[in-house]
């Protein structure tokens, strides 16, 4: 529950994620894919538009929400090495998920891989 420089690392690392995964994915992926004229046939339903774009940002959130509890247990010395264990899991199925899916080196990853770090290393101390 204590204030770890570990931590603090994964909460900036962790909002970082959550900000450039939504900014970046509009800007590169979904606003140029759901721009697409014609748009191919599973996304012309708004309904599936909606649902992507839904489904893109669901990461994003659960990161920053998680940033920010890790914040908020912080201030209130109520983290557990548990909570901060089963956190990083998330971060880790996060980054495994992500290079499976870009198969090369990438950014992304490698933070998702840093704030399982960060969080595992925190609780171990």
Known sequence: GRLSPFYIVAVVLALFAAAAHSWLGEKLILGPLL??????PTLKPAINRRLVRAVWHLPSAIWAVIGIYVVWAMLAQTLSSETAFVLS?????????????????????????????????????
């Open 35 to 40: 721009k697409n004229d014609p748009l191919p």
């Open 89 to 125: 899991a998330i971060f880790a199925v996060s980054g495994i998920a992500n290079l499976a899916a870009v198969r090369r080196i990438h950014f992304a990853w490698a933070t998702l891989f840093a704030i399982t770090a960060a969080l595992w290393i925190g609780a171990s101390l």
